[in-house]
């Protein structure tokens, strides 16, 4: 079936470590986000790429990183300088100049020890 | 003040009745218009999706978009407790980048 696949689905996190959440689809979709939501706050966007090797940092990407080496894979790291990273994590996908509709996996919950 | 407001909620409504969920925007640019359906701790469903102005209807979810006053519904007809759920509004420019903009969601109950 066609669709985005994020995981794990649930992740802890040391003090100090980085972890990388996964995001991988196969809608051959040329744009990939990631969002952070937490209660209350709707969704925050971290990074955005549209294309393969070129990625745009959203408004609140301090503390995160990313890359784009292929079009299918969009990994996200949470680093030791994101001070508070508990918080729902969506990815997302859109085909552009084909309706411009968003479509999101099932996201990974991020919980620190 | 932010570029789109919601209404948080939440929502408790009986069983069979009909919902209106809202948002408002400011920024006069936007053109493509959407309503998500999340429940939780899951990712968010794509339910409608409009162009510009106008009504779109989709079994029992109809979208309005009234782009004179910056301001979008979603109406749900004949409500069921599986509708129970975060509804987010979303939007976007046309041609301008690729970020979209959402509410912060509306959390509905529907009682059987």
């Known amino acids: 079936d066609g669709g985005i696949t994020q995981s794990p689905k649930y992740l802890f996190r040391k003090e100090g470590q980085n972890v990388t959440l996964s995001c991988e689809q196969n809608l051959n979709h040329d744009a990939m986000y990631w969002y952070r939501q937490d209660p209350g706050q709707g969704l925050r966007l971290i990074y955005y790429?549209?294309?393969?090797?070129?990625?745009q940092k959203g408004d609140i990407a301090e503390g995160y990183s990313v890359s784009r080496e292929k079009k299918e894979s969009f990994p996200l790291t949470v680093t030791s300088a994101q001070k508070n990273p508990t918080a729902f994590y969506l990815c997302a996908s859109m085909n552009q100049g084909a309706g411009e509709k968003l479509f999101f996996g099932s996201g990974t919950q991020l919980s620190v020890l | 003040q932010k570029e789109v407001e919601q209404d948080p909620g939440p929502l408790s409504v009986p069983e069979g009745a009909i919902v209106s969920l809202n948002c408002t925007y400011s920024?006069?640019?936007?053109?493509?218009f959407m309503w998500y359906r999340q429940y939780s701790r899951k990712g968010p469903e794509l339910l409608m999706y409009?162009?510009?102005?106008g009504n779109k209807e989709d079994g029992r979810f109809t979208a309005q978009v009234d782009k004179s006053s910056k301001y979008i519904s979603l109406f749900i007809r004949d409500s069921q407790p599986s509708d129970s759920a975060t509804y987010l509004c979303?939007?976007?420019?046309?041609?301008?980048?690729?970020?979209?903009?959402f509410g912060t969601g509306t959390s509905l109950t529907v009682i059987p």
């Open positions: 920024n006069s640019a936007f053109q493509y």
């Open positions: 790429s549209q294309i393969v090797n070129d990625f």
């Open positions: 979303a939007m976007r420019e046309l041609n301008t980048g690729n970020q979209f903009y």
């Open positions: 409009t162009y510009s102005s």
